[in-house]
C-alpha cells in the first residue's frame, strides 16, 4: 500500500511539472571565428525564445556594433511556430537605434506546439550595411 501512494504521489508530480522551456544562443555571444572578417559593423548577435509554464512566449533578440564604426542597428524579430513541416510567422516586431547595441524583447501568449526566434539584424556605418540571419533554438510548449 505504501508504495503505491508514493507512486500516486510521483505521478502527481510529474504531471504537475510547469511547462518552461529556454532555447538560444548565448548573450554576447561573438560571430563565429571564420566570419568576423566577412562583418565590419557588428560585433556580437543572438536570438533567444523562452516559454513560460503560463503559456508567455518570450523572444530577444540582441545585436552589438562596435563604438566609432557602427553608426545604426536594426532589428526585425520574428516569432515562429512549427507547422506542416515549415515555420509559420506568428507575429513580428521592429526596432532600431543610433546607440552601439540594441535589445528586442517581447512576449505573446502562444498554445502548444513547437516554436523559435528568427531574427533579421542589420548594421550601418553611414550609407553601407550588412544583414544577418539568426535563429534561435526550438522550444517545445
Same mark, same amino acid.
Given at each position: 500500500?505504501?508504495?503505491?501512494?508514493?507512486?500516486?504521489?510521483?505521478?502527481?508530480?510529474?504531471?504537475?511539472?510547469?511547462?518552461?522551456?529556454?532555447?538560444?544562443?548565448?548573450?554576447? @555571444?561573438?560571430?563565429? #571565428?571564420?566570419?568576423?572578417? #566577412?562583418?565590419? =559593423? @557588428?560585433?556580437?548577435?543572438?536570438?533567444?525564445? @523562452?516559454?513560460?509554464?503560463?503559456?508567455?512566449?518570450?523572444?530577444?533578440?540582441?545585436?552589438?556594433?562596435?563604438?566609432?564604426?557602427?553608426?545604426?542597428?536594426?532589428? @526585425?524579430? =520574428?516569432?515562429?511556430?512549427?507547422?506542416?513541416?515549415?515555420?509559420?510567422?506568428?507575429?513580428?516586431?521592429?526596432?532600431?537605434?543610433?546607440?552601439?547595441?540594441?535589445?528586442?524583447?517581447?512576449?505573446?501568449?502562444?498554445?502548444?506546439?513547437? =516554436?523559435?526566434?528568427?531574427?533579421?539584424?542589420?548594421? =550601418?556605418?553611414?550609407?553601407?550595411? #550588412?544583414?544577418?540571419?539568426?535563429?534561435?533554438?526550438?522550444?517545445?510548449?
Amino acid at each position: 500500500m505504501k508504495n503505491r501512494i508514493i507512486c500516486i504521489a510521483v505521478s502527481l508530480l510529474i504531471m504537475m511539472v510547469p511547462c518552461f522551456a529556454f532555447a538560444g544562443t548565448e548573450l554576447d @555571444t561573438p560571430i563565429e #571565428e571564420g566570419l568576423v572578417d #566577412e562583418y565590419s =559593423y @557588428t560585433s556580437t548577435v543572438s536570438t533567444t525564445l @523562452t516559454i513560460s509554464n503560463t503559456g508567455v512566449a518570450k523572444p530577444r533578440a540582441v545585436i552589438t556594433g562596435f563604438p566609432g564604426t557602427t553608426t545604426k542597428l536594426s532589428v @526585425t524579430m =520574428y516569432l515562429q511556430k512549427y507547422s506542416n513541416g515549415s515555420w509559420e510567422t506568428i507575429q513580428s516586431w521592429s526596432s532600431s537605434t543610433t546607440l552601439n547595441s540594441l535589445t528586442l524583447t517581447k512576449s505573446k501568449v502562444v498554445s502548444k506546439g513547437k =516554436y523559435r526566434t528568427h531574427a533579421v539584424f542589420k548594421a =550601418y556605418r553611414n550609407s553601407s550595411s #550588412e544583414q544577418i540571419v539568426k535563429n534561435s533554438g526550438t522550444v517545445s510548449c
